[in-house]
């Protein structure tokens, strides 16, 4: 009889076994069951330690996983590493768009998370409901790639593009994924897994209106300024007239003062992604101050300061516009 | 390996993404979580490659198994074919999480045998890619690191250790070496567009690569730009067939693409609705060369090129018709790679969702 424990070698885990000849044919298998020849078995090495022999794995085991000892070919153990028990903590902190209501022609949301999330859940638990529950199939684009920030907290969500763009069979056939006035929800369910493999504590979900088309370029020029009195840390107020995207407005827009100098302050997004402020670190000088406005900055249907999403050929208005930042012009009074 | 650049060190991988083969059987791979495109000298032991098929059941079983972990617990991110040996190299992830780990790993068509591919100390070169994230861009995702990684902060008599990460990234889907340069499609996590980037190899520190937009018409009527989702060089590099996310099939040549310019490809086919571009390989049949798409709904795809360079723009917006096309009934291919010119090699899905290698002769496709 074979006895195999968990143990350590050279700073990591290994199988310790015991009572066995030097020689001994020992192979490890991740499961419970093992096919005689039809899997190679898992990498590693055997170590002598005294009268022990202790598999080192080259690949360290996975929590949750089963292992199979086999010597001379027959199953002699099964070792399984446990999986830490630890209640649920992470959680969905924010959806976005925070807009009541959104273009039937919406092309993305943004999910955040309290902590870092693994990888490969997103397409099978971020769902679009209905108010009666059922599900909105074939509305988000199936995600093989998903779309995280660099520390696994925000998640980009598409819906499928092809039902948006006017002219592609998606579209033409199975038409907008979303209806006007049909309300629908986006749903995070709680099988999404952490990076310590948790689920979440709580499902989350954010429900929307749904309005109608929206396919007109991003306009500075349309913008609402309330423009703060020189010499007060007052806030710079901008109000859009529409959503615009979560992700793009935190980076696109900054103001410049004289000189072309950046004017450093605290900025922040208002309810809806309808409006933008920015709170100045030092007072207002009573000079020509710029909004400089990033081309590239999209409201919730994909449509850009220097394109429409999907652009019709014989509309003039549609015609894209210059690449280049726009400037909106303001002097506190 | 000096005459590409490469020296000799330690990749360090974060993550397992796309691969692809350059020359002198250097391997590209995408690191995503690291903005980073790695050239790498994998020294293929093997032995020239014949031309014969190579099939292997289960594979992600026996990589799942090799590797100690259930098949649940990898996910084969992408699969290339040396072009001397025709050994099967996969880019695998393995376990989720902070557990997670990206191996390459080496398939050797003699046996089958399987081998993670060290990459420890061999000789590579590295090139940060994309727009993840833009010089101007200082948004950062703080968050607490479980472990010693991060900088450390000093609150009045607090240390803490932070972690500092930027938001916006963007997400290598494909990638192909062609003239002389390695052409990388991305999908920005952001804004929706469509880049392809031409990054000159060997690489240099100077020069990262230039950004080409691509705009697609739909149907004389409507022009839109998209993320490539994947494509293919054709006709000795010259030109390139693109999917797009939202399944449009595009052409257009290389030539055509200058830096910062906008381009227009030429919508030759539509892949049908509810349906994904997975992967795009070239082929020859009778001399004359095709292209196969796999697709996630609509089987294989097959392409004659020069059924390509003499479509005319689709016009017709209820007529997903373009180039003339066979589709072949092999349903779950997720990636394709040409396994030494007689065959394909194709990883398949079952319907139970076990995934197999499976060569497609190219005379009989």
Request: glycine share 10%.
């Amino acid at each position: 009889m074979t006895e195999a424990t968990w143990s350590r070698s050279g700073g990591g885990d290994c199988i310790r076994l015991a009572g066995l000849p030097a020689r001994a044919d020992v192979r490890v298998f991740p499961g419970t069951v093992v096919a005689a020849g039809s899997l190679p078995p898992m990498a590693g090495q055997l170590e002598r330690d005294g009268a022990d022999l202790c598999f080192v794995p080259r690949f360290a085991f996975l929590d949750g996983t089963s292992y199979t000892v086999t010597v001379e070919g027959t199953p002699a153990a099964v070792l399984v590493r446990p999986r830490p028990e630890r209640p649920a903590a992470t959680e969905v902190t924010g959806i976005h768009p925070t807009a009541a209501e959104v273009p039937v022609n919406l092309l993305r949301f943004y999910v955040w998370f309290s902590a870092p999330m693994s990888e490969g859940y997103a397409a099978g638990h971020v769902r679009l409901a209905r108010d009666d529950g059922s599900i909105i199939a074939g509305a988000l684009l199936p995600a093989e790639h998903e779309l995280w920030d660099a520390s696994r907290r925000r998640l980009t969500v598409l819906l499928d593009p092809a039902r948006i763009k006017r002219g592609l069979p998606g579209h033409q056939e199975a038409g907008y994924p979303l209806r006007p006035g049909e309300p629908f929800r986006l749903v995070v369910e709680d099988g999404f897994r952490d990076a310590q493999g948790l689920p979440l504590r709580v499902p989350a979900e954010r429900r929307y209106e749904v309005g109608g088309e929206e396919r007109r370029h991003v306009d500075p020029a349309t913008w609402e300024l309330a423009v703060p009195p020189a010499g007060t840390c007052e806030p710079l107020h901008v109000t859009f007239g529409r959503p615009l995207d979560h992700g793009l407005l935190a980076r696109c827009l900054q103001v410049r003062g004289s000189g072309s100098k950046l004017v450093d302050g605290t900025t922040q997004t208002g309810p809806g992604e309808q409006s933008w402020q920015l709170v100045p670190s030092r007072a207002w000088a009573a000079a020509v101050h710029q909004l400089i406005v990033e081309p590239v900055l999209e409201d919730l249907a994909g449509n850009s300061v220097s394109r429409v999403f999907d652009r019709d050929l014989t509309r003039l208005e549609d015609q894209p516009r210059p690449a280049q930042p726009v400037t909106v012009v303001f002097r506190p009074g | 390996m000096s005459e590409f650049g490469l020296k000799p060190g330690r990749v360090s991988l974060r993550s397992a993404g796309p691969i692809t083969f350059g020359p002198a059987g250097i391997l590209f791979l995408a690191d995503n979580a690291a903005a980073t495109v790695f050239a790498v000298d994998v020294a293929d032991p093997g032995a020239a490659g014949g031309v014969g098929p190579f099939d292997l059941e289960d594979v992600d079983a026996r990589v799942g198994s090799f590797l100690g972990c259930e098949p649940g617990d990898i996910t084969i991110k992408d699969m290339a074919v040396h072009p001397r040996s025709h050994n099967v190299y996969l880019s695998v992830l393995r376990g989720h999480g902070e557990a997670a780990q990206p191996v390459l790993v080496r398939i050797s068509v003699a046996d089958g045998a399987i081998a993670d591919v060290p990459l420890d100390e061999v000789p590579f070169a590295a090139v940060a890619i994309g727009d993840a994230p833009a010089e101007d861009d200082e948004r950062l995702d703080t968050t607490l690191p479980l472990g010693d990684e991060g900088e450390e902060i000093q609150f009045a008599t607090i240390k803490i250790r932070l972690v500092r990460q930027p938001i916006r990234t963007a997400t290598v889907t494909d990638m192909a070496y062609a003239g002389g340069a390695l052409l990388v499609a991305g999908l920005s996590n952001e804004e929706f567009s469509s880049k392809l980037r031409r990054i000159p190899f060997p690489f240099s520190a100077a020069m990262t690569g230039s950004s080409l937009e691509i705009f697609h018409v739909s149907h004389g009527k409507w022009e839109t730009a998209a993320p490539i989702r994947a494509f293919v060089p054709y006709d000795d590099g010259a030109s390139v067939l693109a999917s797009y996310t939202c399944t449009p099939v595009v052409h257009f040549r290389l030539a055509d693409l200058t830096d910062g310019a906008k381009a227009v490809g030429r919508t030759v086919a539509e892949l049908g609705p509810v349906n994904q571009p997975l992967d795009m390989v070239s082929f020859v049949q009778d001399g004359e060369e095709y292209l196969l798409v796999a697709n996630s709904a609509h089987g294989l795809v097959k392409i004659a090129c020069r059924d390509i360079d003499s479509q005319s723009p689709l016009t017709e917006p209820r007529q997903p018709v373009g180039v003339p096309r066979e589709t072949k009934d092999l349903q779950g291919i997720r990636r394709l790679a040409n396994l030494g010119g007689s065959y394909v090699l194709a990883l398949q899905a079952d319907d139970a969702g076990r995934q197999h290698l499976r060569s497609l002769k190219s005379a009989s496709l």
